[in-house]
């Protein structure tokens, strides 16, 4: 695990092209605190940072192949580069480490960017060829690792974050107007897409090349998440224990992120099962607030299993590092766990290098309540007919605030009612409704529907799996593995992430969808497996998801200082502030709970304010 950067300038001179790129990979240090390395060549230059996980003494990056014509750098880890070393040892080619590094640059010199249909992993790496002056760009199937472009009038850069890119001469520092417009609609912004016009990030499961001169030429995606035929709910546990045995190869000790729910128990249970002397107990982290702290049954668990739990008690999030982990995270986020996620990566980074945690299970299997929008039981669909009339009543009674508001999640659902599948699933993750957007910052103009687009374009019959196919695609690289990665890697902690494990995600996305959904029951075969695993409390426990008391922020003052913010942004004229004063309102007498649109907002500005944003 690490951070690269790169860039291609060929009017720059090697010494600007090393000074601007070891700025940037100082800039990215916490990534990968072990090494660093750079190498600059014809115009050219590539770089990283690296986190030593797999055969620590060897593995140095830029790697480089045999004949000295391509160099390489690698963010991320090979799960079955055993498999793939001896595959080519057999075409003849030699070692000289024992890392995944190597043999993913001997797999490129012999298949080429075919390389990437070999491997499962989490990866993003560039490989720049000396002779042709090209740069190739890869990143993983689910865009577990990110990475991210831009291009000045002359130059091409990159890097695992988008904050040093902006540091670079003349990069552009101009908000991009439909990628805000997406924000406001759900929450993130899609791939390529960023926040700021002239960068771009690297979609998932895709390869792009850019030419000795900077040019980045078309996106390539090389895989796609498709169903399987003769998918057996009966091997469920035999895939799943291998996943995460391929997750625990590493040397250094691995841990797990243990809460109260059944994914961590789960990868737990297997882990604690597996034949690897590397597995290293739960990590839990309990909050104050009760509705937010699990470590109860983290530590039920934890005894169950007869593992070592490593456990401390952290206060809340507090309102008052807001700025600093919208300077840490380099972008605006509406995701109310980041702050807690932030915290507990802090704190796990200072005692063990690696931890497994449960992210894309709800995907896969069927585990948000959204999802009850598209395939909703005999007795929900009965109340679509009485939507008209169900809707004012709950419209006019106070929502409270946290994650079971159950009057908040009635009228988004009931809001939907009337759609077809695709869009109801579409309102059921959005942000604003085109309505609010539109009243919220009346000067934007629409954006593409790439949540109902994605839906539409599945290629799966069924109405959970399309849903599924396009939370795949979107959210989950978009919004939820990009929190993992920028919390995770801003404490030096490796995350990994054995549900995506590519082989397993393709046995999962196959399970017939009464294997994930019955009636209002979710993860059904996942809970079956949890049933044979876990304590029963454990498995009867309702989801509860890691989120921080974001509510309670903008109840308690938080809300004045949006105001301020909104106030002396660049990005005020885009906004009508007594709209976005009328919603803090709303949200501090309990009419509405506001939380995600507040904290998009909020940082937002901050996020402009931060990194001299403009119009």
């Not at 916490?30 to 770089?47: K, L, M, S, Y």
């Not at 009057?407 to 009612?417: D, Q, T």
């Amino acid at each position: 695990m690490c951070g690269i950067a790169g860039i291609v300038a060929p009017d720059w001179g090697a010494e600007r092209i090393e000074t601007n790129l070891r700025a940037m990979l100082g800039a990215i240090a916490h990534r990968g605190p072990d090494h660093e390395g750079v190498h600059v060549v014809n115009g050219a230059g590539i770089g990283m940072r690296r986190l030593s996980i797999i055969d620590l003494a060897g593995g140095l990056q830029p790697m480089f192949s045999p004949d000295g014509r391509q160099a390489m750098v690698f963010n991320g880890e090979i799960y079955n580069y055993r498999e793939l070393r001896d595959e080519l040892r057999a075409l003849g080619h030699e070692f000289s480490t024992q890392s995944d590094s190597e043999v993913l640059l001997r797999g490129y010199s012999q298949w080429g960017s075919d390389v990437v249909d070999r491997l499962n992993g989490m990866f993003a790496f560039a490989v720049h060829d000396r002779e042709s002056g090209a740069l190739l760009l890869a990143r993983d199937h689910f865009g577990i690792k990110p990475l991210y472009t831009i291009r000045t009038s002359d130059s091409f850069a990159f890097c695992s974050e988008p904050g040093p890119l902006l540091s670079l001469p003349g990069a552009p520092r101009t908000l991009d107007r439909e990628a805000l417009a997406e924000f406001l609609a759900y929450k993130y912004v899609a791939a390529p897409r960023t926040f700021v016009a002239g960068m771009e990030k690297l979609p998932a499961a895709s390869l792009v090349e850019v030419d000795r001169n900077g040019r980045l030429g078309a996106y390539r995606r090389f895989w796609s998440l498709r169903s399987k035929e003769n998918a057996d709910v009966e091997h469920l546990e035999e895939h799943f224990n291998d996943a995460v045995s391929r997750q625990l190869v590493s040397d250094v000790p691995v841990g797990v992120f243990l809460s109260g729910g059944i994914d961590s128990g789960l990868l737990a249970w297997a882990a604690s099962r597996a034949e690897s002397s590397v597995f290293d107990g739960g990590y839990t982290v309990g909050f104050e607030e009760r509705d937010f702290d699990e470590s109860g049954l983290a530590a039920q668990t934890a005894e169950h299993l007869g593992i070592r739990h490593i456990l401390t008690r952290l206060d809340s999030p507090d309102a008052a590092m807001l700025d600093t982990w919208v300077a840490r995270y380099q972008e605006p986020f509406a995701n109310v766990s980041v702050p807690a996620n932030f915290l507990i990566s802090e704190w796990a980074g200072k005692n063990v290098r690696v931890v497994l945690n449960g992210s894309g299970a709800d995907e896969l299997f069927a585990g948000y309540d959204r999802y009850l929008a598209v395939n909703p039981p005999a007795s929900l669909r009965a109340l679509h007919g009485l939507a008209p009339l169900l809707r004012p009543v709950f419209d006019m009674l106070p929502a409270g605030q946290g994650k079971r508001s159950l009057v908040h999640r009635a009228r988004r659902y009931l809001a939907g009612c009337s759609l077809s599948p695709c869009a109801r699933h579409a309102n059921s993750v959005a942000l604003f409704t085109r309505a609010e957007a539109r009243q919220i910052a009346p000067e934007l103009s629409g954006c593409r529907d790439f949540v109902l687009d994605a839906c539409r374009e599945s290629t799966h019959s069924g109405r959970l799996e399309s849903a599924i196919w396009a939370d795949v695609n979107t959210m989950l690289p978009d919004d939820y593995l990009t929190l993992v990665d920028r919390t995770s890697m801003a404490a030096s902690l490796e995350v990994r992430v054995p549900f995506l494990d590519v082989e397993f995600a393709e046995y999962a996305f196959s399970l017939p969808a009464e294997c994930k959904m019955r009636a209002w029951e979710k993860k059904v075969a996942l809970r079956d497996l949890a049933e044979r695993a876990l304590p029963q409390q454990i498995v009867q426990q309702p989801k509860m998801g890691f989120e921080s008391p974001v509510g309670s922020w903008f109840s308690g003052g938080l809300g004045k200082k949006l105001l301020e913010k909104a106030t002396a942004s660049t990005f005020a004229p885009l906004f009508d502030h007594n709209a976005i004063r009328a919603l803090v309102q709303s949200h501090e007498q309990g009419r509405v709970d506001a939380s995600k649109q507040l904290l998009a907002l909020y940082t937002l500005f901050a996020w402009g304010e931060e990194y001299g944003i403009g119009l």
